[in-house]
């Protein structure tokens, strides 16, 4: 019953969970890149502007929204029941978001267990993964390139000599300063070896033993499946009762990782070559800024990182009490978000360039980004620290961390939009919570074993790059619009303002009627413009695969549009009538409780209406639709204040 949901056991728990929920992975691996691939410290201009009038409005409303009603991301959309597809999309997009988080999970687990071993295995070229292209710079000198001289009998002009990149070579073959000389001329040519680190060679043939292709599973993994399964058994059990449980445990998963960064922060800035890796990092390239490239990287990376359109931050205000300042904790989660990244960013890169000295390369050709930082780039570089194993426990300790607090909040938001739909046809099913948790996870793991195939990591980018790449900027843009133009904005203020005691600025009003979502339209337009198709290292995803990346993305399309049209099917009157109906706040839409309703200035419930009971009722008359949904839309503005 909605008069028996739990709450948080403290302020501090719900403000915790966001922070968990939006600083995560994406945070310390790909931000860092993006910034040094897009101006440096030019980057953050567009980057805190994308915050301002992008994230923020989003997470303000959606924080509005389950707060006022204290349901999760599906039941809340009686605001507007044509548009309750909205949630059913956020439950799908957070399932699949599951599958192949809890893959990254595994894969840091992988390296946790990885890390007590001596030496780590991530190091040297003499394990049984590695091949005749392995590269240790502790094992050897500056000799990746190899100059020999070339002579025209030997079937080369000098207009045919290039510099060429081969893929294999013998070095015993010929020497640094072998030399071959004919009566006509001499000349050069320089041929680069392609080395593999170490690192990435025990990343590919070992860890994932990656295949050809998406079209080429090959067999599972059985060491990341049963890190697959210690992952789930991880999350299970840290939200077995729900926010009860893992309100609890965020104190330590949300805030030891800000621990573990300035201890690698500390020991990065002592390092030589760190001063130039941080340059590196901030350097401004002002005129990126005129690239309209730099402020939609801005812009994708803040609504992937602060999960704006996702629904974890209305699931989550959903268990606030119903005074709390909701408007003060978005501002400050959204604040310790950004300053989070940026901070990242001066740990990540003061490692990168003393990796850049100890190799005596450039800066540049050791950055990388996404699992390519988290688990090539980095390991190399604690493997040169004293004592490597402590370095690289602490760092993937702190990935698990960073991850298991985002898997947390996604699993509940899969959760509670599930039994606060089954509550209303089944009052009391709140009391089975851990079992549904329990067949929850077991499903998702069931349906992401093709993650741990050799060829998973193709699946995994594969809903990486479209599911949420594309579907939260969706689902935010039409947040916006049905507040502005169904709701309406100065209504939803009031709201608000029962809650808070006060009215926020009207800039967020003005964000969610025309700035945000054209923002967010802009943004489409041109990933639509310079769109690229996923890749793995040098592997495209062929066309098929990419029909099947944007059927996932339409799918939130569709299944608004579906909803929308059975909702209308089922509802009475003509098409006119049942669509305006369906655009209305719901007769229990408001406030969970009587005493909230009252000061909110709405009318009160009955009691099976207060306790989440909404009688479904059938005409019976042959021929004739029941009439459920027009007891969802009917008498839809009973609120004394409109």
Partial sequence: MVSERETWGAKAEFILSSMGYSIGLGNVWRFPYLCYANGGGAFLIPYVIMIAVGAIPVL??????????????????????????????MVLLSALFCLYYNLLLSYILYFLFSSFKNPLPW?????????????????????SVVNTTISDSDGFSVGDLITETMTTINYEMVSE??????????????????????????????????????????KIRWQLLLCFLAAWIIVYLCIIKGVKSSGKVVYFTATFPYVVLFVLLIRGV?????????????????KKLFSVKVWKAAANQVFFSFTAGWGGVLTLA???????????DVLFVSISCGLTSIFSGFVIFSVIGFMAWDSQVPIEDVVASGPGLAFIAYPEAVAKLPVPQVWAFLFFFMLLMVGLDSQFVTM??????????????????????????LITCFILMICGLPLVTQGGIYVMTLLDWYSAGFTPMILAFIECVVI??????????????????????????YCWMVITPAILAVIY????????????????????AEAIGWLLTLTSIVILILYGVVLLYMSEGTFIERLKQSVKPAKTWGPALNEDRIQAGYTKLSKDEEEGVKPVEWNGRSGEKGSYAMLATKDATEKSHV
């Fill in 60 to 89: 303000l409303l959606e924080a509005g929204i389950g707060q006022f009603t204290s349901q999760g991301c599906v039941s809340c959309w009686n605001i507007a029941p044509l548009f309750k597809g909205i949630g059913v999309t």
């Fill in 123 to 143: 190091v040297g070229c003499n394990h049984s993964w590695n091949t005749d292209d392995c590269y240790d710079h502790s094992s050897s000198t500056n000799d």
């Fill in 177 to 218: 300063n072998d030399t071959f000389y004919n009566n006509s001329s001499m000349v050069t040519m320089v041929m680069e070896q392609k080395k593999v680190r170490a690192s990435e060679e025990f990343w590919n043939h070992h860890v994932l033993e990656i295949s050809d292709g998406l079209h080429d599973l090959g």
């Fill in 270 to 286: 002592t390092l030589p070559g760190a001063a130039d890796g941080i340059l590196f990092f901030i350097r401004p390239v002002w």
């Fill in 318 to 328: 959903s268990y606030n009490k119903f005074r709390n300042n909701c408007y003060r």
């Fill in 412 to 437: 509940e938001v899969i959760i509670t939009a599930t039994i606060d739909e089954l509550e209303t046809f089944r009052p009391g099913i709140r009391k089975y919570k851990r079992y549904i948790i």
């Fill in 484 to 509: 502005s133009y169904a709701y309406g904005t100065k209504r939803f203020m009031q709201d608000i303002h029962s809650m808070i005691g006060y009215t926020p600025v009207s800039y967020w009003r």
């Fill in 525 to 544: 337009i041109f990933s639509f413009v310079d769109y690229s198709p996923a890749i793995v290292g040098d592997y495209v995803f062929p066309p098929w």
